[in-house]
Every structure is written in structure tokens, then in C-alpha cells.
């Protein structure tokens, strides 16, 4: 018992800590703005499509500012997947084209995309952006004309505002989702890494299309990724256009939202490690993307560390094992300066340093949701409910 304690303690802590002192490199190499390229081109031919699920209280908003800012020749698509509400009617007010799509057996937002794919490829256009029924999108036109003039999949910045008024805990997973999106993927554009796809808010030249594959996975934007980057073609990351959705004012909504990516994200790590290191180039920049993937999101790296404290304390005050202590102060130290890198990278604007006495309270509500989806209690995919401003 004296040797499993601090040896078990010990196995955990290095890969955490690595994972910790990775984190802290991409805060470091993120917490600045990218210089963006000047190379678009110029008046490509494009589509955008919308998966909506009973998006009948947030499509109303979306779409007039996204007609916009499209010609007559290009195409606004909405996707009413499996509706109960007047989603389909209401985008057809507006009118866009709309194609319904009645399949409970097939329930996930990866259907809906490729569902979507088949009706757009009787008439292609040559860029296709993918944007979530909530979204604003601050220039819709620039991230399809460089997606063409990169011939590659590009991904905009894609955060959540904060509702008014909001609580801690909504601020903290506002927060996170401004690291891994924009300050993670800032770090990864400056190792010459592939970047992400984050969901929504991104486009891809149409030879790329058959990538969008019918899925009701829980994690479909990051399986997406591997498989770009498996496949030599990369995601670039552009900070130049902004989306942004609503966060939830729920807290069990907001735990849940967060949670069930995070979790469906561990359960697929090692098939899109796997899938990515069968990236045709072997290089450095191709194994940070790789090594990204195993770095979990902020809340769930900060509770690992946060347990391991205690078998290491009680490891170094009883038995004398100082290694396991060091691992996992040196692991919560580089949790704690990232953090803080990332506080100054996004200003006073997601979160303040108050907010952070909630993180306990935060990180142990995620943690039977984790359990119940890592048991496949909750493996389909569910539409979260959203702030209502």
C-alpha cells in the first residue's frame, strides 16, 4: 500500500501535467491576435447551410442579416431536421429555400448537414458555409471566398455572449469556449498546425463536401477535423469573420451543453488521435494537432489536477513521495498561469477574476453528467435550450 498509493497517484499525474504544461504553450503562443491574410478571393459562388431543429424562437433574427450579405447568385439553404415547431415556415417567410427532414431514427446535426450536401449537389456552388440556426455571422462572404482562394476548409472565431445578468457558472463556460476557440486555435495557426472545426461558422471549397458525412455523433465537428486532417487537408483558422450565438441562462442547461461535447469528445479521443496522425506529412505541426486533441477542455483539466491533489498530498505528508506532489503542483500551476494568460488575452469582456470562486461548483456539477455519458446513459445528440435575448 505504501508503494501502489504514490505510484498510482504518480501514473496519472504525468500525463495530466503534460497535458497542463501543453495548455499552458497554446496560452502562451494565443493570448494575441493573428495577423490575417490578404489573399481571398473575390465573388466565389456560394452556399450557406442551416441545420434547424425547433429553431423557431432564433431563426426569425438569424436570417435577415445573413440575406444581407449574399448576392442573388448565391444561396441561403435552411435544414428543418425533425421539427415540432413552424421552423420551416418561418425561414420560408423569409424566402429562403427550406427542405424538411423527417427521420427519428436518425437524430444528430451531422444528418441534417448531409442531408442538406445531397440537395445542394443537383447544383454546386463553389464554396459551402455551414452556420448554426442562432448564429450571427460577421462576414459571411470573406470566409467562403478564402475557404476557395486557400482551397482548404477555414474556420471562423466562433464564441457565445454572455446573457444579461449572467451567472458565474454561464460566464465560466462562456469563457472556456473563448480559450479553446480562439485562444487555442490562435496557437495552433502559429505552430503551422491544423486548426478545428468548431461546429459552426465554417466553410469548405465544394470538392471537399463528401466530407460531410450522415452522424448523430455527439462530437461530429471534431471527428470532422481528424478525418480533413487525415486526409492532407488541414482546417485554417481566420479571426478576421466572428460568430457568435447566445449562451443559455440555464445553469443545468449550460452544464449539460458543455458537458455532453466535452464527454462525447473523450469517448471518440483515441479514434480521432488515430485519425489524425494518418495525416499524410508527419511534422511537427501535425503532432500539435494531434497533441490537441488529448488536451481536455479547461474545467475537466482543472478537476483532474484538483483530485490528484489529494493522493499526492497524503502520498507526500505520510509515505515521503515527494515526485507525485511536484507532478501535480507543476500541473496546477500551468492550469492556473494559462488561465490567467487567457483572462488578460479576452479582457474584462467573458469574465472577471471573481467569477473564478465558482469554479468547484462549476467543474462537480459537470461530473455525473460525464459519468452518464461515459456509461452511454445520454449518447444522442439534444438541442440545448438558449438564452431567450
Known amino acids: 500500500m505504501s508503494v501502489l498509493l504514490p505510484l498510482t497517484t504518480t501514473i496519472f499525474a504525468i500525463p495530466a501535467t503534460l497535458a497542463s504544461l501543453y495548455f499552458l504553450l497554446q496560452c502562451l503562443l494565443g493570448r494575441q491576435p493573428i495577423a490575417e491574410r490578404g489573399d481571398a478571393s473575390q465573388g466565389q459562388s456560394l452556399a450557406i447551410l442551416m441545420p434547424a431543429h425547433n429553431e423557431v424562437g432564433v431563426i426569425e433574427k438569424t436570417l435577415p442579416p445573413l440575406l444581407e450579405q449574399l448576392t442573388p447568385e448565391d444561396r441561403l439553404l435552411v435544414v428543418a431536421d425533425n421539427c415540432s415547431d413552424d421552423t420551416a415556415g418561418v425561414a420560408r417567410s423569409h424566402g429562403v429555400e427550406v427542405i424538411e427532414r423527417n427521420d427519428l431514427a436518425h437524430?444528430?446535426?451531422?444528418?441534417?448537414?448531409?442531408?442538406g450536401v445531397a440537395h445542394l449537389n443537383?447544383?454546386?456552388?463553389?464554396?459551402?458555409?455551414?452556420?448554426?440556426?442562432?448564429?450571427?455571422?460577421?462576414?459571411?462572404?470573406?470566409?467562403?471566398?478564402?475557404?476557395?482562394?486557400?482551397?482548404?476548409?477555414?474556420?471562423?472565431?466562433?464564441?457565445?455572449t454572455a446573457s444579461e445578468g449572467a451567472s458565474a457558472i454561464e460566464k465560466l463556460s462562456v469563457f472556456a469556449f473563448f480559450v479553446k476557440n480562439c485562444v487555442r486555435a490562435r496557437a495552433l495557426q502559429r505552430m503551422g498546425a491544423p486548426g478545428s472545426i468548431a461546429g459552426t461558422g465554417f466553410a469548405l471549397p465544394w470538392r471537399l463536401h463528401s466530407f460531410l458525412q450522415p452522424s448523430g455523433s455527439l462530437v461530429e465537428d471534431a471527428e470532422l477535423s481528424a478525418e480533413l486532417m487525415a486526409k492532407g487537408e488541414g482546417v485554417w483558422f481566420t479571426e478576421s469573420v466572428r460568430i457568435t450565438s447566445p449562451s443559455t441562462k440555464r445553469k443545468d442547461a449550460v452544464l449539460q451543453q458543455r458537458t455532453r461535447w466535452e464527454a462525447g469528445r473523450l469517448r471518440s479521443m483515441r479514434s480521432m488521435v488515430a485519425a489524425a496522425m494518418q495525416a499524410p506529412r508527419k511534422d511537427v505541426p501535425h503532432l500539435a494537432a494531434a497533441?490537441?486533441?488529448?488536451?481536455p477542455p479547461l474545467a475537466l483539466l482543472l478537476a483532474v489536477q484538483t483530485a490528484l491533489l489529494v493522493p499526492a498530498f497524503v502520498s507526500y505528508q505520510s509515505l515521503g513521495a515527494f515526485y507525485p506532489f511536484a507532478w501535480v503542483i507543476l500541473g496546477l500551476a500551468a492550469v492556473a498561469v494559462g488561465t490567467l494568460l487567457c483572462v488578460g488575452a479576452a479582457g474584462q469582456s467573458y469574465i472577471r477574476l471573481h467569477d473564478f470562486l465558482a469554479i468547484p461548483k462549476y467543474a462537480l456539477g459537470k461530473m455525473p453528467i460525464y459519468f452518464d455519458v461515459l456509461r452511454g446513459k445520454t449518447s444522442a445528440w439534444e438541442r440545448s435550450?438558449?438564452?431567450?435575448?
Not at 107 to 115: E, M, R
Not at 143 to 159: E, I, K, M, S
Not at 291 to 295: A, E, M, Q, Y
Open 122 to 160: 443537383a447544383s454546386p456552388p463553389e464554396a459551402l458555409v455551414c452556420v448554426d440556426a442562432d448564429c450571427e455571422v460577421s462576414d459571411v462572404r470573406a470566409l467562403a471566398d478564402l475557404a476557395v482562394a486557400l482551397d482548404r476548409p477555414v474556420q471562423g472565431c466562433y464564441t457565445l
Open 107 to 115: 437524430v444528430g446535426k451531422g444528418y441534417a448537414l448531409a442531408f
Open 291 to 295: 497533441l490537441d486533441i488529448l488536451v
Open 385 to 389: 435550450e438558449r438564452s431567450d435575448g
